[in-house]
T-cell receptor
Framework: KAGVTQTPRYLIKTRGQQVTLSCSPI?????VSWYQQTPGQGLQFLFE???????NKGNFPGRFSGRQFSNSRSEMNVSTLELGDSALYLC?????????????FGSGTQLSVL | GENVEQHPSTLSVQEGDSAVIKCTYSDSASNYFPWYKQELGKGPQLIID?????GEKKDQRIAVTLNKTAKHFSLHITETQPEDSAVYFC???????????FGTGTRLTVIP
């Protein structure tokens, strides 16, 4: 079974631009979460989608948004990029099985903002 | 929200020795505690997890222990091998796997 797939693998943008990252979850997984990983702040939760609805949200500004499609694929968007948005953005998916949930991560998209 | 502290930040052991990484959490309602291993250029990989109704769980050379009263949990790796070298993260959540609070990571180096 294929793992979580994220595209693109690397991105370089300039301040003020916007960016869209894509994630395909493991087949059959309906929950998709996004995390930001930086050397200074570590792994921080952005948001989680289930059945095309945002179910949980972390403490990030409104410039960070996401969506999920009917096939469970997800995208996240960052508008008006800032230098501090440079990070590894990780997508993860899980199977909604009560008391047996496990989160599986993709390899991430490395975003550099210049 | 939840606050997870992880120690040590770096750990070097000789091949064959054991490694222990410790985490504490602040939210007494947290009930799910996974451990992830991250290798260079890859995303975190789940290696073991434990729920609050269990005190210990083992999977071959890896074990996790949980002390709910003290609000701390630990990862134990026995008979370490060079391929165990990586960054290890603990995490905690009160809502299952879908909103994890991570520790700051431990860089483990196994010296051949």
């Amino acid at each position: 079974k294929a793992g979580v797939t994220q595209t693109p693998r690397y991105l370089i943008k300039t301040r003020g631009q916007q960016v869209t990252l894509s994630c395909s979850p493991i087949s059959g997984h309906r929950s998709v979460s996004w995390y930001q990983q930086t050397p200074g702040q570590g792994l921080q939760f952005l948001f989680e989608y289930f059945s095309e609805t945002q179910r949980n949200k972390g403490n990030f500004p409104g410039r960070f948004s996401g969506r999920q499609f009917s096939n469970s694929r997800s995208e996240m968007n960052v508008s008006t990029l800032e230098l501090g948005d440079s990070a590894l953005y990780l997508c993860a998916s899980s199977l909604e099985v009560p008391t047996n949930e496990k989160l599986f991560f993709g390899s991430g998209t490395q975003l550099s903002v210049l | 929200g939840e606050n997870v502290e992880q120690h040590p930040s770096t750990l070097s052991v000789q091949e064959g020795d054991s490694a222990v990484i410790k985490c504490t959490y602040s939210d007494s309602a947290s009930n799910y505690f996974p451990w992830y291993k991250q290798e260079l250029g890859k995303g975190p990989q789940l290696i073991i997890d434990i729920r609050s109704n269990v005190g210990e769980k083992k999977d071959q050379r890896i074990a996790v222990t949980l002390n709910k009263t003290a609000k701390h949990f630990s990862l134990h790796i026995t008979e370490t091998q060079p391929e165990d070298s990586a960054v290890y993260f603990c995490a905690a959540s009160r809502t299952g796997a879908n909103n994890l609070f991570f520790g700051t990571g431990t860089r483990l180096t196994v010296i051949p």
